[in-house]
């Protein structure tokens, strides 16, 4: 293990906020984890974990202990009937991973191709995209508890996967309690890839490749380009514009709060649920209300896409966190009071 100190964070959050780490430490294995424990000054700061920094929002230097999860690997683990349990380290990219098991001839993770971040960061807020979420491929992965130091493996079921959302995410409330955020650190994710393989097709971008290409019957390797196509027209590239992906949830409503709202504006963009409630497109609610290509300081709503907050400013004049989440403050206002609807931020504020 190496403590290093007055880490600049510009590289590792894909907004490239400016701002420092006061101490961090690169975690390849559970062993620098350990490391981290056993040392009575580590052990007693604060602790904050970064993947690859694609959904976080920097709003000063960092006083807590930054973990960077830099874990590798990516290995087929094991084979049943029915599927491929594929492998890989927590700090392996997303996207990298998706291309591996492509090459590899495991397909299923095709649909997500492109998103943002690492593998460990993926189960957090069950990343997912083009009709297909994490969950639908999950096995389980491996974490350590940095109370205890002891490392534990979870199923599907027990990382409490909804939609962005996990144990991962919710304060853990004791030692019995579920949440897990800021307690156990992911080191490495399994997936089961189905043998039997299906194109996910019901999306609506994609059903437009298909009509535009004749394709109907594409293969895993054409819908990943498909996709790649898709986000590359649509969502800033974080390498060129400062971005975290989506910032705001789509939020969900009852019917009746959706038919009032088609009452009073037809377009809105709306997706029944399975469950009864209807999914609203947060995007376009933003867009109804102006809010495309509009600034604060250097933080700004990207012009082709209204969930997308950017960095204006670049590497030299980077967005502040402070403009950032006062811009986002000012379109959850501005939503409220036209539709009625708190739009609840994706990305953790740190
Ligand atoms: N729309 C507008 N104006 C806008 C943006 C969107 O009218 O400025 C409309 C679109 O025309 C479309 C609808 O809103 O009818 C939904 O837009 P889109 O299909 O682009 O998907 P999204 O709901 O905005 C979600 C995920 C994305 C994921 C895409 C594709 C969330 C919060 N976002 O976006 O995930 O890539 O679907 O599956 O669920 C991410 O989480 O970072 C992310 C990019």
Redesign the pocket.
């Known amino acids: 293990m190496f403590l290093e100190k007055n880490v600049p964070l510009q590289p590792y959050n894909t907004f490239g906020i400016a701002a420092k780490a006061q101490a961090l430490v690169r975690v390849r294995s559970e062993g620098d984890l350990l490391a981290v424990l056993a040392d009575p000054e580590l052990a007693a700061l604060p602790r904050q974990i970064l993947g690859g920094g694609s959904?976080i929002v920097l709003t000063g230097d960092v006083k807590a202990l930054v973990l960077k999860i830099e874990v590798p690997g990516m290995r087929l683990a094991r084979e049943t009937d029915k599927h491929w349990v594929i492998e890989a380290g927590a700090g392996e990219d997303w996207h990298a991973l998706v291309a591996w098991t492509l090459d590899n001839a495991y397909p299923g993770l095709e649909n997500m191709a492109l998103?943002p971040g690492t593998v460990g960061a993926s189960p957090v807020q069950n990343?997912?995209?083009?009709?297909v979420e994490l969950q639908d491929r999950f096995d389980s992965l491996d974490a350590m508890d940095l109370l205890t130091g002891e490392l534990f493996s979870l199923n599907a079921a027990q990382c409490g996967f909804s939609?962005?959302d996990s144990v991962f995410k919710h304060a853990s409330a004791g030692p019995d309690g579920l949440g897990l955020a800021g307690r156990a650190v992911i080191l490495r994710v399994r997936f089961a890839l189905p043998k039997r393989w299906k194109a996910e097709l019901g999306?609506?971008?994609l059903e437009r490749k298909m009509a535009e290409t004749g394709i109907h019957n594409p293969d895993a390797r054409q819908i990943f380009d498909w996709v790649v196509a898709i986000?590359r027209a649509?969502?800033p590239d974080p390498a060129v514009i400062g971005n975290?992906?989506?910032f705001?949830?789509?939020p969900t409503v009852t019917p009746e709060q959706c038919a009032d709202i088609i009452a009073r504006d037809p377009k809105v963009?709306h997706y029944p649920m399975p469950d009864g409630s209807v999914k609203l497109?947060?995007?376009?609610l933003?867009?109804a209300c102006g809010w495309?290509g509009k600034t604060v300081g250097h933080a700004g709503v990207y012009e082709?896409?209204?969930?997308?907050l950017v960095n204006r400013g670049g590497r030299e004049n980077p967005c502040t966190g402070g403009e950032v989440m006062t811009l986002a403050k000012a379109i959850q206002t501005s939503v409220y009071e036209r539709f009625g609807i708190r739009l609840e931020p994706?990305p953790v504020v740190i």
């Not at 497109?281 to 376009?284: C, E, I, Q, R, S």
Request: proline fraction near 0%.
């Open positions: 959904n998103i990343i997912g995209a083009y009709g939609y962005r999306y609506l971008d986000r649509k969502l975290a992906g989506s705001f949830k789509n963009v497109a947060a995007g376009w933003i867009d495309k082709k896409q209204a969930l997308v994706e």
